[in-house]
Every structure is written in C-alpha cells, then in structure tokens.
T-cell receptor, first 113, second 112 residues
Framework: AQSVSQHNHHVILSEAASLELGCNYS??????LFWYVQYPGQHLQLLLK????DPLVKGIKGFEAEFIKSKFSFNLRKPSVQWSDTAEYFC???????????WGAGTKLIIKP | DSGVTQTPKHLITATGQRVTLRCSPR?????VYWYQQSLDQGLQFLIQ???????AKGNILERFSAQQFPDLHSELNLSSLELGDSALYFC???????????FGEGSRLTVL
C-alpha cells in the first residue's frame, strides 16, 4: 500500500539553526506533494506544494522543499528557524490527482528561544 | 482565513449522546473532506464527498455518518458518543483533484 513516512516525530532546535524535515513516499506514479503546517491551537494550512516543473519549491515564511524523484523524497528545509516556527508539520502526497491525500504522521517542531 | 467555515467551534456533551458538526466549503469548491485529530491517533481521514456524492471513506466508525447537501455544505453526525471520540474534527474543501486542501478551524468535541 502507498504510504508517506516522516522520519522524525519530534525535533527540537534552537533559534537560527537550520532545519530539514524528511518525507518519503512509496509510489511510482505521478504525485502532487504538499507540506502543511499546524501552529499551536490552529488549523492546518498549506506551507508549500509541488505539482510539476522546478523540483525546488518555495513556500511561505522562508520554507522550501526539494522533490527528488529518484529518492521518492520531498524534504522540507529552512536555513534559519525562528521561535514562531514552532508547529507540527505534515507531509502529504496526492496520487495521480485522484482527490485523495496520503498523510505522513507529522513532525512536531519545537524552537527554543 | 481559509474560507471554510465550521460550526460549532466547541462542543461539550455526554457519553451516549449525538452531535452534528457543520461545514461550509469555500465558494466554488465541490469536495469536502472530514478529518479527526486526537492526541493519541493523530490526523485521521474520515470521509470525502464530491458534489453530493460520497467519494472516499477512511477510518470512519459506523456510529459516524456524513452527507453533503445540494448547496455543498456538509454535516458530520456522531452518535452513541464515547469518551474516545473527544477530538478536533476538521473539515477541508478543494476545488479540483490535486489534493490541495483548505481547512476550517475545526470543531473541538469533548465527551464527558
């Protein structure tokens, strides 16, 4: 069955540290890729998305992600995190544009001020 | 503001009771999705409707049901409530099939 793996369930960083959150999926066909973020006490919102074209995509708040097809990966990065980045981050994959999303388990990110 | 509206925002009820959660999708979005989020189970997909028809089912219990009405709003009905049903219930909508979802602010259900 298709699945999405997020390697780290909890990440703790200090402000100004660099961030990389891993996401791997298991599907050989066409995918649309997403990172969603949920700030404490809030709903999920789209951070960035990849449909096609340049595999390096930029999202809101300085986040970017790189799609590496050969590795079935879509890792999220930010060069310098801020305390306000404390949130839970979800990777999600849409297969063949079939309306459904397969979700990773989420990564809780805590930034120490 | 995502444009997806959910009511009520908070709901406290007792075990064995029945509640209805309501969702209005963004204008123009035909698909509505329901998710449950709890501390122990994380984010769980429940069900999806497209233009009034059920399109996909996830981990939805038999005690739960949903529908999407002609005006595209959706309701999630939870019955015979148990303590373990306490959770945040999110509704999301989308216009196409790409998987890009817009989430409402959620309905927090507490079962006592």
């Amino acid at each position: 069955a298709q699945s999405v793996s997020q390697h780290n369930h909890h990440v703790i960083l200090s402000e100004a540290a660099s961030l990389e959150l891993g996401c791997n999926y298991s599907y050989g066909g066409t995918v649309n890729l997403f990172w969603y973020v949920q700030y404490p006490g809030q709903h999920l919102q789209l951070l960035l998305k990849y449909f096609s074209g340049d595999p390096l995509v930029k999202g809101i708040k300085g986040f970017e992600a790189e799609f590496i097809k050969s590795k079935f990966s879509f890792n999220l990065r930010k060069p310098s995190v801020q305390w306000s980045d404390t949130a839970e981050y979800f990777c999600a994959v849409n297969l063949d544009s079939n309306y459904q999303l397969i979700w990773g388990a989420g990564t809780k990110l805590i930034i120490k001020p | 503001d995502s444009g997806v509206t959910q009511t009520p925002k908070h709901l406290i009820t007792a075990t064995g009771q029945r509640v209805t959660l309501r969702c209005s999708p963004r204008s123009g979005d035909l698909s509505v999705y329901w998710y449950q989020q709890s501390l122990d189970q994380g984010l769980q997909f429940l069900i999806q409707y497209y233009n009034g028809e059920e399109r996909a089912k996830g981990n939805i219990l038999e005690r739960f049901s949903a529908q999407q009405f002609p005006d595209l709003h959706s309701e999630l009905n939870l019955s015979s409530l148990e303590l373990g049903d306490s959770a945040l219930y999110f509704c999301a909508s989308s216009v196409g099939s790409s998987g890009e979802l817009f989430f409402g602010e959620g309905s927090r259900l507490t079962v006592l």
